[in-house]
């Protein structure tokens, strides 16, 4: 059974520091994607990553995905208040259309 | 910017009851999908329909649960009589292909069976 780990499951940060989400996956895959939830509302994309080595920065968020390990990070660079949600890292295994969803990782970003 | 709407927000029903969820995808969209969130916990695929027919399905999805595309643009979620583990968070979403770019998820419909 296919299965897809995030670590932590809970990450409280100080605005203005750095951490990295990990999302590890059990199968092989080429492609990852990660969400971000805040709370009692919908998913939103955030980056959509295709191939081996492939990185993708937007504001203080980077993701990055090597299909090798099947590893996954999500580094948040000084974060801010704003950045506190849920993010969730999906996978999509081979001949099947639906995503895989890892357990999810509750940023708290606190001043 | 084309989104995936979904009704009602939140839906109260007793348990054994039968209830619809009402999706509208993303208009030019092919490939149409339910998910689920207990509160709390991670998003599990449900179901996939491409093509007026379901593609893959979950183990969740038993024969309780059934999906429709009555129209050229709703896209329904049956469950025939709740039972309260169905309470959760529902997520309609669409592609525009197969193994597509991205799925786009629908705001959610919250599911209470008491």
């Known amino acids: 059974e296919l299965k897809v780990e995030q670590n932590p499951l809970f990450l409280s940060m100080q605005e203005g520091k750095n951490y990295t989400i990990y999302c590890n996956y059990s199968?092989?895959?080429?492609?990852l994607y990660w969400y971000r939830q805040d709370p009692g509302k919908s998913l939103e994309s955030l980056f959509v990553?295709?191939?081996?080595?492939a990185v993708k920065q937007e504001g203080r968020l980077m993701a990055s995905l090597d299909t090798k390990a099947r590893l996954s990070t999500l580094h948040i660079t000084a974060a801010v208040h704003d950045l506190s949600a849920t993010y969730f890292c999906?996978?999509?295994?081979?001949?099947?259309?639906?995503?895989?969803f890892g357990t999810g990782t509750r940023l708290q970003v606190f001043p | 910017e084309p989104e995936v709407t979904q009704t009602p927000s939140h839906q109260v029903t007793q348990m054994g009851q039968e209830v619809i969820l009402r999706c509208v995808p993303i208009?030019?969209?092919?490939?149409f999908y339910w998910y689920r969130q207990i509160l709390g916990q991670k998003v599990e695929f449900l179901v996939s329909?491409?093509?007026?027919?379901?593609?893959?399905k979950s183990e969740i999805f038993d024969d309780q649960f059934s999906v429709e595309r009555p129209d050229g643009s709703n896209f329904t979620l049956k469950i025939r009589s709740t039972k309260l583990e169905d309470s959760a968070m529902y997520f309609c979403?669409?592609?525009?292909?197969?193994?597509?770019?991205?799925?786009?998820f629908g705001p959610g419909t919250r599911l209470t069976v008491t």
């Open positions: 329909f491409y093509n007026n027919e379901i593609s893959e």
């Open positions: 208009s030019n969209h092919l490939y």
């Open positions: 999906a996978v999509d295994p081979p001949n099947t259309d639906k995503l895989i």
């Open positions: 979403a669409s592609s525009g292909h197969s193994k597509a770019l991205e799925q786009y």
């Open positions: 199968t092989t895959s080429d492609r």
């Open positions: 990553l295709l191939s081996n080595g």
